[in-house]
């Protein structure tokens, strides 16, 4: 539901009806425009109807809105949305890429990729320290360890850090250590951790889950922003359909669709969708060509050797390589 305001509104004249919004656990939210004032109400309006806004003086009329994400939706917040985490700019024309190793391995591992990829160019580095992995047997990362080693790369390069959250066990930890909180593919529908997460108002990176439609995405963005963030990166990350050839299938047109359903940044990990190096710098031109907000790359200086993710990861020479052509790709289309 969307109140307008009639002009010249101030916000002293709104209190009352505020007050009657609250008391009904909905959640306010101000959309200030050049010539109309309004406040969008996110939560479960079906308890309130126009009739009860009409003793309002200052209410000119109510809209219905008719999808369920309130928040993360454009009809609430027409603009693009800019975030600015520690300093760096994300969304509304400010291309971020992120890039790193799949998994913090050692500490002359994350030293050496963090200062490779900052040296190309990169806004933020990635590295999980705490990994989903499908077997139990595999290589699941170094915990606590990971997140200190991510810490002493940021020390080093000033480079933010996106890492994994997979349990509210560490909610502490990576609200005190963390740029940016990603939740996983696997997670995007842990709905009490999406709640969790969004209580810490940190920035929170949501990746599409494996077979999750872009609806389904940005309820999940709703139930981070519900819980209190507002800074939300969307991630498409390649779904699972009947093509074996890659490791899942990339869905380019997510960037487009979302960026009409929604103001919240859209990024794109060409690693995860492909599965494969020599395809992360095709696909990463496509995302950027298409009018994505960003990239997230996996970047190893051994690739051979990775402990998670290897065939998909590039050597800092290629991401140095993709970073110029990104490039050139947004100059074309500017
Ligand atoms: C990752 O980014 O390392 C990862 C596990 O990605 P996803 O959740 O998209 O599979
Ligand atoms: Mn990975």
Not at 45 to 56: A, G, I, K, N, Y
Not at 201 to 224: C, F, I, N, Q, W
Not at 239 to 258: G, K
Not at 267 to 296: N, Q
């Amino acid at each position: 539901m969307i109140i307008i305001l009639k002009q010249g509104t101030r916000p002293e004249d709104t209190e009352n009806l505020r007050r009657l919004v609250t008391s009904h656990g909905i959640i306010i939210q101000d959309i200030v425009g050049e010539t109309t004032s309004m406040i969008g109400l996110a939560g479960d309006t079906s308890q309130l109807s126009e009739d009860d806004f009409v003793r309002f003086e200052c209410v000119e009329r109510i809209i219905r809105v008719k999808e369920s994400y309130k928040l993360a939706g454009r009809s609430f917040h027409p603009d693009d949305s800019v975030f600015d985490i520690a300093g760096r700019k994300v969304g509304g024309g400010n291309f971020a890429v992120i890039a790193g190793p799949c998994s913090v391995e050692t500490e002359e591992q994350i030293l050496s990729v963090a200062r490779d990829v900052a040296a190309a160019g990169a806004k933020f580095m990635r590295g999980g320290a705490f990994k989903p992995r499908t077997s139990p047997y595999a290589f699941s990362g170094l915990g606590l360890d990971g997140l200190e080693l991510l810490k002493l790369a940021r020390a080093k390069t000033g480079l933010p850090i996106v890492t994994e959250i997979m349990s509210s066990e560490y909610l502490e930890q990576f609200e005190a250590d963390v740029d940016v909180i990603q939740i996983g593919a696997r997670n995007m529908q842990n709905f009490t951790l999406l709640r969790q997460v969004g209580a810490l108002k940190k920035p929170v990176l949501l990746k599409r889950g494996l077979s999750s439609t872009l609806d389904e995405l940005l309820m999940a963005a709703e139930h981070v922003m519900a819980g209190g963030t507002r800074d939300v990166i969307l991630c498409e990350r390649g779904i699972r359909t009947f093509e074996t050839a890659t490791r899942n299938t990339l869905d380019l047109s997510a960037v487009p669709v979302l960026k009409q359903k929604t103001h919240l940044p859209i990024i794109i990990d060409p690693s995860h969708a492909t599965g494969y190096w020599h395809l992360v710098e095709p696909m990463a031109l496509a995302a950027t060509a298409c009018g994505a907000d960003g990239l997230i790359i996996e970047v190893h200086n051994h690739p051979e050797a990775a402990l998670c993710d290897g065939a998909q990861s590039v050597t800092p020479q290629v991401f140095k390589k993709i970073m110029g052509k990104v490039e050139k790709i947004r100059e074309a289309i500017a």
